[in-house]
C-alpha cells in the first residue's frame, strides 16, 4: 500500500514539473559499443548518447553527425528508453586508425520542442585494422624484403657527388658522416644477401672513402657531423658544432674499417685501393688529441672558430663505447686505458645495477635510455660474451631491451596501441619535432627501428614487432625506403620521414642477427682486437688477424 502511494506521488510531482517547470533538455552520456572509451573504437561502432528528455527523431537525424574533417559520415539511427537515448551507426566501416568527431548540434529538440541547452562534440579514434596489408611469407623472405627495402635509401638516395648519405630523405646536400658508416655497413650486407653486386657495392664505398680523402673538410683527422655532400664543405650542426665530431666519426669508421676488412681480395685493384684509402683515413684521426690537452677523457666536439666551446666530455654509459675502442685501436694517436676508465667509465660511475620489471641492469641511466645505445656501438663491436670490468655486454645490451619492451608491455601511460606486438622507444622524429624517447621519456612514439635494430637481443619480440609492423600497418608505414622514421597511434600521427641513422641499423642488425657478418668483419680488425685487449675486454672473438 505504501509502495503505491509513493508511486502516485511520484507521478503527480512529475506531472506538475512537466506543467509548472520549464523543460531541461541537455545530454547525459555518451558511450561507444557499451563503454566509455572512445580510442581504438571498432569499425563499425555503435555510439549511444543518452539524453534528460525523449528526442525529437526528426531533429536528431538532422543534429547528430559523424564527421573526419569535413567529410560527413552516413549514419543508421535507432532509439530506446522512450526515445531519450539514440543509438548511432556507421552505415558502412569507417577507416582503421583515423580520427573522427560525434557532432551533436544545438539544432536538435526534445520532442516539447525544448533546445538541447549545449553542444556535444565527441573525438573519437578507430582501432587497428587487424587484417594483413600484404601477402603473407616466411620470415626469412621478409626479412630479405625488410633489408633490401631499407637498404634503397642508402643505395638510390645516396648523394649523387660523394655517394654519402643524406641525413635524412628531405636533407638536399646535407650528409652525414655517422649515418654515412651505417650505410657502408649495410651496403656490405646487401652484397652478402645478394641486393646488389660485389663490384657495384665496392665502386660506391670508394667513392665514399674517396670524397673523404680529396673533398672532405676535418678537423685533426675527424669529421664533422654533418658535410655538404657536393663540396665536402662542414655544414654546422649547430652555432658551435662547426667542426670535429668525434663520435660521428667513429661511426664513419665502423663502417670503413668493416668495408675494409669485407674487400679482402689481394689481386683486385679496386679492392687493393680502397684498403688504401681507408688505411689513409683511418690513420690521420689524432684521437688522443680530443682530449684536450691531456684530461683523462675523450672530448665530443671541436670546433675552428669556438675551439672547445662545446665542452662534452663523453661519458657513460650512452651510444659511445665505439668512440673509445677506436681510440684504443689507432695505430697512430691511441688513447690509454686510464682515458677510458676515468672517462668513459668514470672508475665505475656509469653503474646502475637496479631492477626494472624485475630486469637487473648492469649500466645506464634509470630503465635504460632510448634503445640506440645498445645498438649504434653494437653495428660492429660484438657483444656476445664481451666483458671488462664494468660490464658483460650481451647481458647489458638484452637487460636494456628488455626492459624498454616491458616498459611498453606495461604501457603506464595507457597509450594506444602499445603491447606485445608494437614495442620501441628510442631517439625519432615525432610530431613535434624530434626526440630521445625512452621510458623516462615516452610521447607515446613507436620508431620501428628500435625493436628491429633489438632481433639480436630480442629476436622472438622483434619479429613479432615486425610482423605487426609490416602486415597490420604496412599500408601506412612501410614504404620505398623501409619503414617510416616513427608513428603515434593515440594521436593518429605517421611520420614521412626516413633518417639515415635509423634505417641503418635496421639492416646491419637483422643481419647480425641473421649470420653475424658485420660483427664478424669488424671484430677481425686486428687494430680493433689490439684495442679492446688494451682497455682489458675479453671476448671469444678478440683473436690476432690479419694487419691491412
Not at 679496386?270 to 683515413?281: F, M, Q, T, W, Y
Not at 684536450?292 to 662534452?312: A, F, I, Q, R, T
Not at 641511466?365 to 671488462?388: E, K, T, V
Request: with cysteine.
Amino acid at each position: 500500500m505504501k509502495y503505491g502511494l509513493l508511486l502516485l506521488a511520484l507521478a503527480l510531482v512529475s506531472c506538475k514539473t512537466d506543467k509548472d517547470t520549464p523543460e531541461l533538455f541537455f545530454y547525459r552520456s555518451v558511450t561507444v559499443d557499451g563503454a566509455a572509451k572512445f580510442r581504438g573504437v571498432s569499425l563499425q561502432p555503435a555510439i549511444r548518447v543518452s539524453f534528460s528528455a525523449p528526442l525529437n527523431r526528426s531533429s536528431a537525424e538532422k543534429s547528430i553527425r559523424l564527421v573526419n574533417g569535413a567529410t560527413e559520415i552516413p549514419l543508421a539511427f535507432t532509439y530506446g528508453a522512450l526515445d531519450t537515448t539514440v543509438t548511432v551507426t556507421p552505415k558502412s566501416p569507417l577507416g582503421s586508425i583515423t580520427a573522427y568527431k560525434l557532432q551533436v548540434q544545438p539544432g536538435l529538440t526534445s520532442q516539447h520542442n525544448t533546445a538541447l541547452n549545449t553542444t556535444l562534440e565527441v573525438a573519437l579514434a578507430t582501432a587497428v585494422d587487424t587484417t594483413d596489408k600484404f601477402p603473407v611469407v616466411s620470415d626469412s623472405l621478409l626479412l630479405d624484403l625488410v633489408q633490401k627495402r631499407t637498404l634503397a635509401y642508402f643505395w638510390d638516395f645516396g648523394h649523387p657527388v660523394s655517394g654519402m648519405a643524406r641525413e635524412r630523405n628531405s636533407s638536399g646536400d646535407v650528409v652525414t658522416s655517422g649515418g654515412t658508416g651505417f650505410g657502408i655497413m649495410a651496403i656490405v650486407a646487401g652484397i652478402h644477401r645478394g641486393f646488389i653486386s660485389r663490384k657495384d657495392g665496392l665502386d660506391r664505398i670508394a667513392k665514399i672513402a674517396g670524397f673523404l680523402k680529396n673533398n672532405a673538410k676535418s678537423y685533426h683527422g675527424a669529421f664533422p657531423h654533418w658535410l655538404n655532400g657536393a663540396t665536402g664543405e662542414t655544414v654546422p650542426f649547430s652555432q658551435k658544432d662547426n667542426g670535429a665530431d668525434l663520435v660521428e666519426t667513429s661511426y664513419l669508421f665502423q663502417g670503413l674499417l668493416t668495408a675494409r676488412q669485407y674487400f679482402n681480395s689481394t689481386s683486385d685493384a679496386g679492392e687493393i685501393a680502397l684498403r688504401a684509402s681507408v688505411n689513409d683515413l683511418w690513420d690521420k684521426v689524432e684521437w688522443s688529441w680530443f682530449t684536450k690537452n691531456g684530461e683523462n677523457v675523450l672530448y665530443w666536439h671541436w670546433s675552428p672558430s669556438y675551439n672547445w666551446d662545446m665542452n662534452m666530455p663523453i661519458r657513460g654509459w650512452n651510444e659511445c663505447l665505439i668512440t673509445y675502442v677506436l681510440a684504443a685501436s689507432s695505430r697512430t694517436s691511441a688513447v690509454s686505458k686510464t682515458v677510458y676508465d676515468a672517462g668513459w667509465a668514470q672508475n665505475g660511475k656509469m653503474a646502475n645495477g637496479n631492477n626494472y620489471y624485475g630486469i637487473k641492469l648492469p649500466l645506464g641511466p634509470a630503465n635504460g635510455g632510448p634503445l640506440f645505445f645498445s645498438q649504434y656501438s653494437f653495428l660492429g663491436l660484438d657483444p656476445r660474451q664481451l666483458s671488462d670490468t664494468y660490464a658483460r655486454y650481451d647481458e647489458q645490451n638484452s637487460a636494456h631491451t628488455r626492459i624498454n619492451y616491458a616498459y611498453c608491455v606495461a604501457n603506464p601511460k595507457n597509450y594506444y596501441g602499445y603491447g606485445p606486438n608494437c614495442w620501441g622507444l628510442t631517439a625519432s622524429d615525432n610530431a613535434s619535432g624530434y626526440s630521445a624517447h625512452s621510458p623516462d621519456n615516452d610521447l607515446g612514439v613507436i620508431t620501428p627501428t628500435a625493436a628491429l635494430s633489438a632481433m639480436p637481443y630480442t629476436p622472438i619480440e622483434s619479429m613479432r614487432a615486425l610482423r605487426f609492423f609490416y602486415y597490420k600497418l604496412g599500408d601506412k608505414i612501410f614504404k620505398n625506403y623501409g619503414f617510416v622514421d616513427a608513428f603515434n597511434l593515440t594521436d593518429i600521427w605517421f611520420a614521412d620521414s626516413f633518417l639515415a641513422i635509423d634505417q641503418g641499423p635496421v639492416v646491419v642488425m637483422i643481419e647480425n642477427h641473421r649470420s653475424q657478418l658485420l660483427w664478424k668483419l669488424f671484430m677481425s680488425c686486428p687494430e680493433v682486437n689490439q684495442g679492446l685487449k688494451n682497455l682489458g675486454f675479453t671476448s671469444p672473438n678478440v683473436k690476432s688477424q690479419t694487419r691491412f
